[in-house]
């Protein structure tokens, strides 16, 4: 079966507009911090999303909302807390994270895209991004994370991907270089909590582009 065909919007990269091809629209954002883009199945979808906000397309049309869930998950929920997530394009692709509030969906941090990277890694590196922050702060509030993985890794304090050091992944080693040392050399009282996707829906971090 054919792969039907995909339009990439590009809101803030090397260059923006409308890509019909997924090479290039990674050419645009590619080693540019900060760059937002999605794909839609029409041309005309991208036309309309490119002329709007993208806030109004990424993280957002999948974030949960105190109205639109039950009463029970409402108040297990804990609202004041960080929600940290990851996102990849390939398996290695190119991978980005943040951490959000996960009352008002307010950035806390952004980090990416990096080239080769994987979706664990950067579960990994947001969780760690997120802990030193909320101790930096002097914070009490929890973290949510959705991966199971990045979640065993961060309390192990270990790193156990696959994913080979490569001159274009330089970076993202770096990273988590880093957050290991960060890890060995530091306590933190934060509760690292799994965020219940099947309950409660996607995780407010979420970039919104399954």
């Known amino acids: 079966m054919a792969k039907k065909k995909k339009y990439y919007v590009v809101w803030e ?16 954002i590619k080693n540019y911090g900060g760059a937002r883009y999605k794909s ?30 039950s009463e029970t998950s409402r108040k297990e929920i804990i609202w004041e807390s960080l929600a940290v997530d990851a ?3 390939g398996n290695p692709g190119v991978m980005e994270y943040r951490g959000v509030d996960t009352k008002t969906g307010y950035e806390f941090f952004r ?7 994987t979706n664990n890694v950067g579960e990994f590196l ?21 991966s199971k993985i990045a979640i065993s890794w961060v309390q192990k304090k ?31 009282d934060t509760e690292i909590i799994k965020w219940k996707t099947k309950e409660w829906g996607e995780i407010p971090a979420d970039f919104g582009r399954k």
């Open 111 to 117: 980090q990416g895209p990096f080239s080769q990277g």
């Open 87 to 89: 996102a990849c394009s």
């Open 13 to 28: 990269g090397h260059e923006t507009g409308i890509f019909d091809s997924w090479a290039d629209c990674q050419r645009m």
């Open 158 to 188: 270990v790193f156990r991907s696959k994913l080979k050091r490569t001159r274009a992944n330089a970076r993202i080693f770096e990273l988590v270089d880093r957050a290991l040392v960060w890890l060995k050399n530091n306590d933190y």
């Open 126 to 146: 947001a969780l760690v991004h997120g802990l030193a922050l909320l101790k930096q702060k002097g914070s009490a509030m929890p973290i949510y994370s959705d």
């Open 40 to 69: 839609f199945k029409t041309l005309e979808e991208a036309q309309e999303a490119f002329g709007a906000d993208s806030r109004d397309f990424i993280g957002q049309n999948k974030k949960p909302t105190q109205r639109a869930l």
